[in-house]
DNA sequence: CTGAAAGCGCTTACAG
DNA sequence: CTGAAAGCGCTTACAG
């Protein structure tokens, strides 16, 4: 064995071996219009005998997209956004783009460096991104005005024309609401921590309008970042207004809700009922079964890349509807409530399993 | 505007605009050294007001290794995987690697065509992979020998000479089933789907030596898939030889076995107990909180990374110890087990709440 | 310390 | 239907 790397065969290696010219061997790479039957086969063949395979560098060099999208997610550890992540990547794979992912949930300045990373590789034809930081308006639209379409999933950037995929937060989080509403609770607080995310705000809009509808009084409790939920809640459980029913507004602040009550022995939903927003795969077996709105996870990250796909399809193909390069789609998926206990609803009939 | 994108600035707008040849600002771009301080300036301020990015196509096609590694995972939706890949990315990006992301567990030749479409683009500079196939050592050892290191994270493939992060699957499976031979049981069940991974093969390992020091009777099902396993659990469950403990191989099993046995309403770990190989989150706030083996998740991750980026700069600092290009570093992981509730202990004291 | 030349592997016009 | 030429933006020797 030669100690160095063997090169990769290129176009004209594939071209002598079959006696054409390299145009030729494009032409069949690309579509393989305007080729003889006889030429096509030979050069077929040489490609299978030397194993060519085209060099990317090359066509990107050349002018041609990179088949590959940029997605950045704030945290892959976190289900909501690997159930999503996941999705979008398969969905890329199967039209033949590659996926290059970035996570940014680290410091502030995160989600910037991975856009600059983005921008400066020119290694994306369109980005996904669940944006986290409204200061990054301004890359994305760089971004668009340089043809990279860009679809936001689960929340939007105000002002920011991209491609976005939301979810029914706030007629989900009006129906948990209600539920907690039904079940005849008139102390509800809705607990979260601070994000300028639309979808948290839609959430908490739903809580508002199913808490105004009831004629109650809204109890918002926002902590800082997700380690301080659980001290600010316990200091309201302990106050005067405790409340009877909790609403959570994602699933972080769901699992310190429920580590907080597990630890403090508060029974649920006898002594409090709660109802999350964001379903988990492990709801049903915890030790109450949790009551949760469930978004469809995955469908988000489908969507988003189907949509994105669209965008980029309708530049490259010079369909600029509006000015500004075809972005603006919306799609919106909806929610479900998952009735299960810690609502305060009886143990569902279980599925009689003896046949 | 314009309604065609603005190309980028290039190395010769950047030169033209400082006054000086492209190869003074190619200079200042790699490391500047051999560059008069006040041509450095010159060029430094012109790329700040042009707003210049080098261009990876072409730095990749004169033959730059692309700082980009592939992280190939079966399914980012498992938390164990999705906190492997997590770590993973962070660790390379903190090192200006991005990740190029490729699942593959959607059907038998999704890793193949994954592989391929690595190897096709020349994207990778090295390979980050929990390996789901024996058949992928071809494609792996070809990619090694044109010089894009390979770790394997999780399991390896036998005579692949790849760098390689395990656990102390053997160890930490032993101890669980120790576990549960202390609490008394002697008719303890091991239990898992099909795979050829060595990893699941090391965790039956430790079950087995568990046993045999004991002088029990190892009892192994193997279901073909995971959908399998239910059924195939139930049947022992009303067997003659119904077990009085089950240690389960993996944290999909994992979940089915819970499911199984609150659908069945089989007692934990009263009727039956339960020790599971993988750590969760929401493990502890489960109706019965589970024993389980933890493997440092995102320490797998970052190991891997650190071990790909050693591998990759060994290659391009051409120091080949060995033959075969330098590969062949291997990391074990330690394991521990988490005792909770589900294999018969008590409830551990509660951290006292009340201050 | 500096620059002109050549070439990485492909594709886009251009001519047959 | 086919090929020779030029060039994408960079870096690697080579000569100053």
Known sequence: MPQKKKKDPTIADVARESGVGSMTVSRVLNGGKYVSAD????????IQKLGYHPNEAARILRGQAPRTIGLIVPNLADPFYSACAHAAQQMALKHGYATLLLTCEADVDAEDR??????SRNAATGVLIFPSRLDSAQQLEEMQAKGVPVVT????????????????NAEGAQKAVDHLILHGHRNIVCIGYDSQFNSIAQRIEGYRKAIAD???K????????EAEVPRMVLKRLRSAEAPSALFSLNNVTTAHLLHLLQRENIRVPEQIALVGFDDFDLAALLAVPLTAVRQPAAEIGRSGTRLLLNLIHARSAGTNGNGLNGAGSRIVLPTELVIRRSCGCQAPPKITARQ
Chains 1, 2 share one sequence.
Do not use: N, W
């Open 114 to 119: 991975a856009l600059a990373l983005l921008r």
């Open 39 to 46: 030429a096509e086969k030979r050069v077929l063949s040489a």
């Open 218 to 225: 809204p109890q918002i409790l926002l902590a800082h970042d």
């Open 153 to 168: 999933l689960d929340r939007t950037i105000p002002g920011l024309h991209a491609g976005e995929v939301m979810v029914e």
């Open 214 to 216: 009831a004629g109650l």
